[in-house]
């Protein structure tokens, strides 16, 4: 049974990063699969962030390409997200997700995590 | 970018009634290429269809998506009160962002 979970900070000041890692188990992230994240703002609708392959490959949103990074660690089976200059608008459950790569779709998700940006 | 125009914004409907929600797509998607989840308060989103018809692993038959081009349904046959929650579609494009999501349908009880 493949489980995904993210940890990270659940407080961001304002101008800070943003880092949250997702552990994988039950699948390994040099696997066909691309692993990716997406976020919700409270009481709104989801947004892709971007995806990782194990290439070291990765796809960004581009209204956040300028400030997020994505990276793998394969010794802990791991992937993680940065997002830099952070605002209040950054706020939102981050969810992280596998996509496997003929399904052009998140089939296993994290439970997710909240962060707040605020001082 | 794609943009996906989902209705009605708000569903209601009774237990056993059939529930039609509808993904409209600013441009042509690929049928292999759209997707549907549903999300319930406080937990992440399932995928249900993928490949605008194909249900994921463990999800029941009463789901089922069609459609094509720029307009995709996610049909509910008969409703179970554990199927009322959000929905949204997503579509893979070639462009960047290569996945967007609806604005998400609400599926409440009558």
């Known amino acids: 049974q493949v489980q995904l979970q993210e940890s990270g900070p659940g407080l961001v000041k304002p101008s800070g990063t943003l880092s949250l890692t997702c552990a994988v188990s039950?699948?390994?992230?040099?696997?066909?699969?691309?692993w990716s994240w997406v976020r919700q703002p409270p009481g709104k609708g989801l947004e892709w962030i971007g995806e990782?392959?194990?290439?070291?490959?990765?796809n960004y949103n581009p209204s956040l390409k300028s400030r997020v990074t994505m990276s793998l660690d394969k010794s802990k089976n791991q992937f993680s997200l940065r997002l830099s200059s952070v605002t209040a608008a950054d706020t939102a459950v981050y969810y992280c997700a596998r996509i496997p790569f003929y399904y052009y779709a998140m089939d296993v998700w994290g439970q997710g995590t909240t962060v707040t940006v605020s001082s | 970018e794609i943009v996906l125009t989902q209705s009605p914004g708000t569903l209601s409907l009774s237990p056993g009634e059939r529930a039609t929600l509808s993904c409209r797509a600013s441009q042509s998607v690929s049928s292999s290429y759209l997707a549907w989840y549903q999300q319930k308060p406080g937990q992440a989103p399932r995928l249900l269809i993928y490949g605008a018809s194909s249900r994921a692993s463990g999800i029941p038959d009463r789901f089922s998506g069609s459609g094509s081009g720029t307009d995709f349904t996610l049909t509910i046959s008969r409703l179970e009160p554990e199927d009322f929650a959000v929905y949204y579609c997503?579509?893979?494009?070639?462009?960047?962002?290569?996945?967007?999501f609806g604005q998400g349908t609400n599926l409440e009880i009558k």
């Open positions: 039950g699948d390994s992230i040099s696997s066909s699969n691309w």
């Open positions: 990782i392959y194990h290439s070291g490959s990765a």
């Open positions: 997503q579509q893979y494009g070639s462009s960047p962002p290569k996945y967007t």
